[in-house]
C-alpha cells in the first residue's frame, strides 16, 4: 500500500469544514497546495457531498466516492435476490424463515456488496483496513442518511438498510485472531472480496475499484487471509473471484456459484439447518 502522504487534502464547499480539516491531519494528509500535495499521486476531496478521492493520473475521470445513492448500486438493489448472486453465495435461499445472518465483510472496501447484503435482510459489519477509504465509508453513510431523511425516497437505500450496517477501521487479521480467542463473537458469514489484479471493464464500478487499485495495491497474502478467515465463521465463508479458478494456493471450496460477472468460491462450515430465528 502507498503511504497516505501520497494523497493530498482539498477543502471546498464541505458543511464541516473543522471536522474535514481534523480528519486530514489524522490521516497525514497534505495540503493541495504544498509542494509535496502537488506531486501526490490522489488528491482527497471534501465537498458538498461528503468525501471523494480524485487519481492524478487519470484526471478526466470521476472522482471515487461512496455513493449508496448512485443509480448503478440502486440498479442492482432492486434486481438482486435471496436466491441468486451474492445472496445465495452467503447462503440466503437456505435459511430457515424468520431467520437473519450476521456477516463480517472483512473487506469493506466501497460498501457496495455490504448495501447489497444489508437491503436483503442481513446484519452486516464492515472492515476496511486504508483509513482513507474507512473515512469515505462513514461519509458515505452519512450522506445516505441525509439523503433518506431529506429525499423522497425514491432512489435512496432504506434507512433499514443502512442501520444494519456497522463499520470499523480495522485489519481483518487482527478481527479473526480475536475470533479464534473469544474475544468477539463468531460472525455467521464471512464475506471476503480482496482487491483482484485490475482487469479491463467498463462497468462504473469496476472504474472506481480499479482506481482504488492504485491506492491499495492487491492482496499480497490472499490464501493467508482465508486460511485465518475459515474456522472463523459458524455458518460459511464467501469468496468473490473474478473467475471460477483456483490460484494462489487457495484450499479447494465446497462450491463455486457463478454470476454475470463475477464467481463466489463458498467454503461451508455447517448448514444452516440448526440455526434458531
Ligand atoms: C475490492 S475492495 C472491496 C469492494 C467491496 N466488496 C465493494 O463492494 O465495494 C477491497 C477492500 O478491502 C480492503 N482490504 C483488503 N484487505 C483487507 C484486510 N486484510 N483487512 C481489512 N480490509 C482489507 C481494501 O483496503 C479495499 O478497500
Not at 424468520?98 to 472483512?106: E, F, N, R, W, Y
Not at 485489519?171 to 464475506?191: N, S
Not at 489484479?197 to 497474502?221: M, N, W
Not at 483456483?246 to 457463478?258: A, I, M, N, R
Request: some cysteine; proline content about 7%; overall charge positive.
Amino acid at each position: 500500500m502507498h503511504a497516505h502522504s501520497a494523497i493530498a487534502f482539498e477543502l471546498t464547499d464541505h458543511p464541516d469544514p473543522e471536522a474535514m480539516s481534523a480528519l486530514a491531519q489524522r490521516l497525514g494528509l497534505v495540503p493541495t497546495a504544498s509542494a509535496a500535495g502537488q506531486q501526490a499521486a490522489f488528491l482527497l476531496r471534501a465537498d458538498a457531498a461528503g468525501l471523494c478521492l480524485q487519481d492524478r493520473g487519470a484526471p478526466r475521470a470521476a472522482p471515487t466516492r461512496v455513493d449508496f445513492c448512485d443509480p448503478s448500486l440502486q440498479h442492482r438493489l432492486r434486481t438482486s435476490g435471496k436466491r441468486q448472486g451474492i445472496g445465495k453465495a452467503v447462503g440466503l435461499d437456505k435459511l430457515p424463515p424468520a431467520a437473519s445472518l450476521q456477516v463480517l465483510d472483512a473487506t469493506a472496501g466501497l460498501g457496495r456488496d455490504a448495501l447489497v447484503l444489508a437491503h436483503l435482510g442481513c446484519r452486516v459489519q464492515l472492515l476496511e483496513r486504508s483509513a482513507v477509504l474507512h473515512a469515505m465509508l462513514e461519509a458515505g453513510l452519512r450522506q445516505a442518511e441525509v439523503a433518506q431523511q431529506t429525499a423522497a425516497a425514491a432512489g435512496v437505500p432504506t434507512l433499514a438498510a443502512l442501520r444494519r450496517l456497522t463499520l470499523q477501521h480495522a485489519e481483518a487479521r487482527d478481527c479473526f485472531a480475536a475470533i479464534a480467542l473469544g474475544q468477539q463473537p463468531q460472525p455467521d458469514v464471512i464475506y471476503l472480496d480482496p482487491m483482484f489484479p485490475p482487469r479491463s471493464g467498463s462497468a462504473k464500478a469496476k472504474k472506481d475499484i480499479t482506481a482504488l487499485h492504485g491506492l491499495l495495491g492487491s492482496e499480497s497474502d490472499l490464501a493467508g487471509l482465508l486460511r485465518a478467515a475459515l474456522p472463523c465463521a459458524r455458518y460459511r465463508v464467501v469468496l468473490k473471484r473474478p473467475e471460477a479458478r483456483l490460484d494462489d494456493g487457495l484450499p479447494t471450496p465446497t462450491l463455486w456459484l457463478q454470476s454475470k460477472a463475477t464467481c463466489f468460491a463458498v467454503y461451508v462450515n455447517s448448514s444452516f439447518s440448526s440455526m434458531r430465528p
